[in-house]
């Protein structure tokens, strides 16, 4: 469909200029940052097992930013808001202690 090359282009543009490049990178390293936190609460409680929370939070990034370029490849191949929220409870679920 149209969305996927307009994004693509979105971010090759993106990556050319610094300005836009900055603006653009700022949200997810704030959700990154923000994720990191929240997990290293969970560790230091001990409600999550010991993880590293860098490395936890940068794998549920990376799940939700490739769950968005699946639905812009194939935006009728699922329920990709579904797929989204069963994919971050069964991630955030493996950090539970038992």
Do not use: C
Not at 37 to 59: H, Q, T, Y
Not at 73 to 90: F, Y
Request: aromatic share 10%.
């Amino acid at each position: 469909g149209e969305g996927l090359p307009m994004f693509l282009e979105f971010w090759l543009q993106a990556s050319r200029n610094e300005k836009i490049w900055q603006a653009s990178i700022t949200p997810y390293r704030r959700y990154q940052k923000h994720f990191s936190a929240l997990i290293k609460k969970g560790v230091d409680e001990g409600s999550f097992v010991d993880v590293n929370p860098e490395l936890a939070s940068r794998m549920i990034i990376s799940t939700a930013m490739g769950l968005l370029l699946q639905s812009l490849l194939d935006p009728k191949g699922a329920k990709w808001e579904k797929v989204a929220r069963e994919s971050t409870n069964m991630l955030v679920n493996s950090l539970l202690k038992r």
